[in-house]
Protein backbone atom coordinates (compact mmCIF):
# COMPACT_ATOMS: atom_id res chain seq x y z
CA UNK A 1 0.00 0.00 0.00
CA UNK A 2 1.54 3.60 -0.95
CA UNK A 3 1.89 6.10 1.96
CA UNK A 4 -0.60 9.19 1.81
CA UNK A 5 1.67 12.25 1.69
CA UNK A 6 -0.83 15.66 2.21
CA UNK A 7 0.95 18.93 0.82
CA UNK A 8 -0.94 22.27 2.41
CA UNK A 9 -0.30 25.14 0.32
CA UNK A 10 -1.56 28.65 -0.01
CA UNK A 11 -4.78 30.52 -2.04
CA UNK A 12 -3.28 34.15 -1.37
CA UNK A 13 -2.43 35.78 -4.21
CA UNK A 14 -1.19 39.23 -2.48
CA UNK A 15 -1.40 41.07 0.68
CA UNK A 16 -3.25 43.53 2.22
CA UNK A 17 -1.99 45.99 -1.02
CA UNK A 18 -3.19 43.53 -4.26
CA UNK A 19 -0.09 45.54 -6.00
CA UNK A 20 2.36 43.39 -3.22
CA UNK A 21 1.72 39.83 -5.11
CA UNK A 22 2.55 36.93 -3.39
CA UNK A 23 1.77 32.45 -3.13
CA UNK A 24 3.22 29.62 -3.03
CA UNK A 25 6.95 29.36 -3.52
CA UNK A 26 7.44 26.84 -6.07
CA UNK A 27 10.49 25.24 -5.31
CA UNK A 28 9.52 24.48 -1.80
CA UNK A 29 6.64 22.32 -3.01
CA UNK A 30 8.67 20.47 -5.63
CA UNK A 31 11.40 19.76 -4.13
CA UNK A 32 9.35 17.80 -1.32
CA UNK A 33 6.82 16.32 -3.86
CA UNK A 34 10.01 15.04 -6.24
CA UNK A 35 11.29 13.40 -3.10
CA UNK A 36 8.63 11.83 -2.01
CA UNK A 37 7.11 10.85 -5.87
CA UNK A 38 10.51 8.99 -5.88
CA UNK A 39 9.65 6.90 -3.22
CA UNK A 40 6.24 5.88 -4.84
CA UNK A 41 3.81 7.99 -2.13
CA UNK A 42 0.56 8.89 -3.22
CA UNK A 43 0.23 12.65 -2.74
CA UNK A 44 -2.06 15.38 -2.60
CA UNK A 45 -2.29 19.43 -2.16
CA UNK A 46 -4.60 20.91 -0.34
CA UNK A 47 -5.22 24.73 0.12
CA UNK A 48 -7.75 26.77 2.69
CA UNK A 49 -10.31 26.95 -0.09
CA UNK A 50 -9.38 24.89 -2.80
CA UNK A 51 -8.83 25.35 -5.86
CA UNK A 52 -5.99 27.77 -7.54
CA UNK A 53 -2.54 28.39 -5.37
CA UNK A 54 -0.76 30.99 -7.21
CA UNK A 55 3.11 31.11 -7.14
CA UNK A 56 4.83 33.84 -5.16
CA UNK A 57 6.41 35.96 -7.85
CA UNK A 58 9.70 35.62 -6.50
CA UNK A 59 9.53 32.05 -6.77
CA UNK A 60 10.04 31.94 -10.14
CA UNK A 61 13.50 33.80 -10.26
CA UNK A 62 16.64 33.30 -10.15
CA UNK A 63 17.86 31.52 -7.36
CA UNK A 64 14.87 30.23 -6.04
CA UNK A 65 13.96 28.99 -10.01
CA UNK A 66 16.20 25.79 -9.49
CA UNK A 67 15.92 22.49 -11.99
CA UNK A 68 12.83 21.31 -10.02
CA UNK A 69 10.38 24.19 -10.39
CA UNK A 70 11.40 24.24 -14.37
CA UNK A 71 10.71 21.16 -14.49
CA UNK A 72 6.93 21.59 -12.85
CA UNK A 73 6.63 25.20 -14.53
CA UNK A 74 7.00 23.06 -18.32
CA UNK A 75 4.68 19.74 -16.96
CA UNK A 76 1.09 20.64 -17.81
CA UNK A 77 0.00 17.43 -15.23
CA UNK A 78 1.79 19.40 -12.56
CA UNK A 79 1.23 22.70 -13.06
CA UNK A 80 -2.87 21.25 -13.33
CA UNK A 81 -2.34 20.21 -9.33
CA UNK A 82 -2.02 23.80 -8.27
CA UNK A 83 -5.03 24.58 -9.95
CA UNK A 84 -7.11 21.99 -9.15
CA UNK A 85 -6.00 21.67 -5.00
CA UNK A 86 -8.73 20.03 -2.85
CA UNK A 87 -10.47 22.09 -0.40
CA UNK A 88 -9.46 20.61 3.20
CA UNK A 89 -14.04 19.58 3.89
CA UNK A 90 -13.06 17.45 0.17
CA UNK A 91 -9.93 15.43 1.95
CA UNK A 92 -10.90 12.25 3.29
CA UNK A 93 -10.94 12.40 6.66
CA UNK A 94 -10.80 8.43 7.02
CA UNK A 95 -7.62 8.47 4.92
CA UNK A 96 -4.33 8.01 6.60
CA UNK A 97 -1.61 10.24 5.53
CA UNK A 98 1.56 9.54 6.96
CA UNK A 99 2.46 13.33 6.84
CA UNK A 100 1.24 16.50 6.41
CA UNK A 101 3.76 18.72 4.61
CA UNK A 102 2.81 22.56 4.85
CA UNK A 103 5.11 24.84 2.77
CA UNK A 104 6.88 27.77 4.15
CA UNK A 105 4.66 30.33 3.86
CA UNK A 106 3.23 32.77 6.52
CA UNK A 107 0.09 31.45 8.69
CA UNK A 108 -1.56 34.70 7.18
CA UNK A 109 -0.76 34.00 3.39
CA UNK A 110 -1.31 30.04 3.65
CA UNK A 111 -4.80 31.24 5.37
CA UNK A 112 -3.92 28.28 8.57
CA UNK A 113 -6.01 30.68 10.71
CA UNK A 114 -9.16 29.92 8.77
CA UNK A 115 -8.91 26.20 9.03
CA UNK A 116 -7.73 25.88 12.88
CA UNK A 117 -10.54 23.55 12.87
CA UNK A 118 -9.08 21.31 9.88
CA UNK A 119 -5.47 20.97 11.45
CA UNK A 120 -7.09 20.13 14.91
CA UNK A 121 -8.91 17.53 12.97
CA UNK A 122 -5.86 16.26 11.51
CA UNK A 123 -3.35 16.73 14.56
CA UNK A 124 -6.12 14.17 16.29
CA UNK A 125 -6.30 11.56 13.23
CA UNK A 126 -2.55 11.19 14.00
CA UNK A 127 -2.77 11.02 18.28
CA UNK A 128 -5.08 7.96 17.03
CA UNK A 129 -2.69 6.53 14.20
CA UNK A 130 0.15 6.61 16.90
CA UNK A 131 1.49 9.84 15.19
CA UNK A 132 3.92 12.44 16.66
CA UNK A 133 1.24 15.07 17.02
Known sequence: ??????HVVTNVAHYDDPSHRTGLWLSELTH???LFAGQGHEQHLVSPRGGHSPLEPRSL?????????????QDPARMALLDNTLAPDNVD???RFVADVQQRTSRRAAGVTERAGWLTARRQQYRGAGGPY
Open 32 to 34: AYD
Open 1 to 6: MNRRIL
Open 61 to 73: KWPALDHSAKAWL
Open 93 to 95: AAA
